[in-house]
């Protein structure tokens, strides 16, 4: 009896231990599995680490701060000067007798006097301080333009996520169709080595040649070469999405199947509606046209006098009977009255810029458009073509599977087999093609609607 019950107590602390261990490599067998990505999941990531957005963005900071550091041109500036030398020779002025008048009577001063400076280290101080008067306008209409340098940038950096967001969809996409036509490949493979076992067991009873067996392995070779390429494919099709992603190229994932049409996919109003709303390129011919608007209104401001209020100061040293702080308040002026009519032709010449812009969003939205157009019939003829190769290679799979149960029972001939496995392979090949076709489509769309 006591020794049942330390066998009961053992069995149940292994039997525990066993558990424990089924668990935890249960967990760690979760923990291996790599992480399944979603295109939009994907976009997101690029959106966030895409090295070449973050240097796009870098370029958008730095526009910015040069908005700022010239918008300090509107508040005073103050300047100092200092000059320290040593005279290369002597200052010697003389003051006539009287030069200062007369006291009781008495010259001053009563005889011409000489005054001089010896050859020694002198210095001069002086100070500036201008505050900007009319020329404040002329500084406010070229802060205007660099504020509109700031918002090009802005949508330099939109534009380049779109780019980005449809080489990401674009290559995921690819990794995509490689993997269906993986899957395609693999059951090719098993196909082939179910008639390769068939096809053997023949050749041992004479039913089939040699030869034949030979080219059914043959054929079975080509797959496995075909597989053994489409797996280097996907392989570079993941690395450089990780790439786009901002991560390490080996981060392993697993794709998901994409998501149906959107309503804009499969709307044409709706589509060129966002197109016109959203696009990057109509954005930045808009921010051209207020450029353009802006030059305008510069070269009229050269019309303007430029006038400053300034304060000056200079303080000598060294020098022997000369003040020592000089200071001064007044207004600086300048203005070229006459200029051969060069400002007006010069105006006119920006006034047809302006015109120049507005055709070109003109011709921008109308481009687009017709970009939008076309994209959107490639979407809408490459899904009807994928569900034309679908029903295509669903029925030369059933086929297959059909002349390959009659091989089996001897009702059809090796050749009947192998040209039945021709038909699937150009089908998985034409469904490959249809559905690279429509992924290409869809991210040229998506990129066209101006889509993250």
Same mark, same amino acid.
């Given at each position: 009896?006591?020794?049942?019950?330390?066998?009961?107590?053992?069995?149940?602390?292994?039997?525990?231990?066993?558990?424990?261990?089924?668990?935890?490599?249960?967990?760690?067998?979760?923990?291996?599995?790599?992480?399944?990505?979603?295109?939009?999941?994907?976009?997101?990531?690029?959106?966030?680490?895409?090295?070449?957005?973050?240097?796009?963005?870098?370029?958008?900071?730095?526009?910015?701060?040069?908005?700022?550091?010239?918008?300090?041109?509107?508040?005073?500036?103050?300047?100092?000067?200092?000059?320290? !030398?040593?005279?290369?020779?002597?200052?010697?002025?003389?003051?006539?007798?009287?030069?200062?008048?007369?006291?009781?009577?008495?010259?001053?001063?009563?005889?011409?006097?000489?005054?001089?400076?010896?050859?020694?280290?002198?210095?001069?101080?002086?100070?500036?301080?201008?505050?900007?008067?009319?020329?404040?306008?002329?500084?406010?209409?070229?802060?205007?333009?660099?504020?509109?340098?700031?918002?090009?940038?802005?949508?330099?950096?939109?534009?380049?996520?779109? !780019?980005?967001?449809?080489?990401?969809?674009?290559?995921?996409?690819?990794?995509?169709?490689?993997?269906? !036509?993986?899957?395609?490949?693999?059951?090719?493979?098993?196909?082939?080595?179910?008639?390769?076992?068939?096809?053997?067991?023949?050749?041992?009873?004479?039913?089939?040649?040699?030869?034949?067996?030979?080219?059914?392995?043959?054929?079975?070779?080509?797959?496995?070469?075909?597989?053994?390429?489409?797996?280097?494919?996907?392989?570079?099709?993941?690395?450089?999405?990780?790439?786009? *992603?901002?991560?390490?190229?080996?981060?392993?994932?697993?794709?998901?199947?994409?998501?149906?049409?959107?309503?804009?996919?499969?709307?044409?109003?709706?589509?060129?509606?966002?197109?016109?709303?959203?696009?990057?390129?109509?954005?930045?011919?808009?921010?051209?046209?207020?450029?353009?608007?802006?030059?305008?209104?510069?070269?009229?401001?050269?019309?303007?006098?430029? *006038?400053?209020?300034?304060?000056?100061?200079?303080?000598?040293?060294?020098?022997?009977?000369?003040?020592?702080?000089?200071?001064?308040?007044?207004?600086?002026?300048?203005?070229?009255?006459?200029?051969?009519?060069?400002?007006?032709?010069?105006?006119?010449?920006?006034?047809?810029?302006?015109?120049?812009?507005?055709?070109?969003?003109?011709?921008?939205?109308?481009?687009?458009?017709?970009?939008?157009?076309?994209?959107?019939?490639?979407?809408?003829?490459?899904?009807?073509?994928?569900?034309?190769?679908?029903?295509?290679?669903?029925?030369?799979?059933?086929?297959?599977?059909?002349?390959?149960?009659?091989?089996?029972?001897?009702?059809?001939?090796?050749?009947?087999?192998?040209?039945?496995?021709?038909?699937?392979?150009?089908?998985? !090949?034409?469904?490959?093609?249809?559905?690279?076709?429509?992924?290409?489509?869809?991210?040229?769309?998506?990129?066209?609607?101006?889509?993250?």
């Amino acid at each position: 009896m006591v020794n049942r019950g330390i066998m009961q107590a053992l069995l149940s602390k292994v039997g525990f231990a066993v558990f424990v261990l089924a668990l935890s490599s249960g967990l760690r067998a979760n923990d291996d599995q790599p992480e399944v990505l979603t295109v939009d999941n994907a976009v997101k990531i690029a959106l966030a680490n895409n090295r070449t957005l973050k240097i796009t963005s870098l370029k958008l900071a730095d526009t910015q701060q040069e908005y700022l550091a010239f918008k300090t041109h509107r508040y005073p500036t103050f300047q100092t000067f200092i000059f320290a !030398s040593v005279l290369l020779a002597p200052v010697s002025f003389t003051v006539p007798a009287g030069q200062w008048g007369t006291f009781n009577g008495q010259a001053i001063p009563a005889t011409n006097t000489s005054i001089t400076t010896p050859q020694q280290p002198t210095a001069y101080v002086m100070a500036n301080l201008t505050q900007p008067l009319f020329t404040l306008y002329k500084i406010n209409i070229a802060l205007q333009g660099k504020g509109l340098l700031v918002d090009q940038a802005a949508q330099d950096y939109e534009g380049k996520k779109i !780019s980005v967001v449809a080489n990401v969809r674009e290559t995921y996409y690819t990794a995509l169709q490689v993997e269906d !036509s993986i899957s395609a490949t693999e059951a090719s493979i098993k196909a082939y080595e179910e008639l390769e076992r068939i096809s053997t067991q023949y050749v041992a009873e004479q039913v089939v040649l040699q030869s034949e067996l030979m080219e059914v392995q043959t054929k079975l070779s080509q797959e496995k070469l075909s597989l053994l390429k489409l797996q280097d494919k996907q392989a570079t099709a993941k690395e450089t999405l990780n790439n786009l *992603m901002g991560r390490d190229i080996h981060t392993p994932f697993n794709t998901s199947a994409a998501a149906e049409l959107s309503p804009a996919e499969d709307n044409l109003p709706t589509a060129e509606a966002k197109a016109l709303e959203q696009n990057s390129d109509i954005k930045q011919a808009e921010i051209t046209i207020k450029q353009a608007q802006n030059m305008v209104k510069q070269t009229k401001a050269k019309y303007l006098p430029d *006038m400053d209020l300034s304060v000056h100061y200079v303080s000598p040293f060294g020098f022997n009977f000369v003040p020592q702080n000089i200071a001064g308040a007044g207004v600086q002026f300048s203005w070229e009255a006459w200029d051969w009519n060069r400002r007006k032709h010069e105006v006119n010449a920006k006034n047809l810029q302006v015109e120049e812009s507005k055709v070109g969003l003109d011709e921008t939205k109308a481009q687009i458009l017709l970009e939008v157009d076309k994209d959107y019939r490639e979407v809408h003829e490459a899904q009807a073509a994928l569900a034309t190769a679908q029903v295509f290679r669903d029925s030369a799979r059933e086929k297959l599977r059909e002349v390959t149960e009659q091989y089996g029972q001897q009702s059809k001939l090796l050749r009947d087999v192998l040209q039945q496995q021709a038909s699937v392979d150009k089908a998985n !090949s034409d469904y490959s093609s249809a559905l690279a076709e429509f992924w290409s489509a869809r991210a040229k769309l998506l990129k066209a609607m101006g889509e993250e």
